[in-house]
């Protein structure tokens, strides 16, 4: 199944530049069969736990683990007990060459452990609340200084 949104309850949504960033929470004990995005995106686990399968791999991220999942990479996820939030960005457009930056990995599923993104994800979430009229221009900012850290 092809999907242009992410699953789960949505909490915020915003298209800025050639991104998309959103907050998903997702139930306790929630599935998700294989599906496939048509944009790369980058989901940071921000609470609970999953974990995301693909063909020959899976991922049991921690919180501020990031995943970077290649567009149209079919997966399936399954939230633990407590349930998930995320925080995705979506790239779209112009922010597909991001690929470039990745090299060869670009091609596949990988996940950044440990937290060096954590204060970059800090003022993320604070511009996602006091969404202004500087927000959109703050969070291209951050989101760009986020893949120039990885």
Not at 23 to 38: K, M, N, R, V
Not at 74 to 85: D, I, L, M, Q, Y
Not at 102 to 108: D, K, L
Request: net charge negative.
């Amino acid at each position: 199944m092809l999907s242009t949104e992410f699953h789960g309850q949505i909490i915020y949504r915003q298209t800025i530049g050639g991104f998309k960033i959103s907050e998903t929470h997702y139930a306790a004990g929630q599935t998700l069969g294989f599906h496939l995005h048509e944009n790369s995106s980058i989901i940071i686990l921000l609470e609970g736990s999953f974990t995301e399968n693909y063909k020959h791999k899976s991922f049991e991220p921690l919180p501020s683990n990031i995943i970077y999942r290649p567009a149209f990479e079919k997966h399936s996820n399954k939230f633990h007990n407590s349930g998930a939030k995320c925080l995705n960005i979506e790239l779209t457009a112009g922010w597909q060459k991001i690929n470039d930056c990745f090299g060869s990995q670009a091609s596949q599923p990988i996940c950044i452990e440990g937290n060096p993104f954590s204060t970059t994800v800090k003022h993320i979430k604070n511009e996602m609340k006091i969404n202004d009229g500087f927000s959109g221009l703050a969070l291209e900012g951050l989101v760009t200084e986020m893949m120039a850290l990885v």
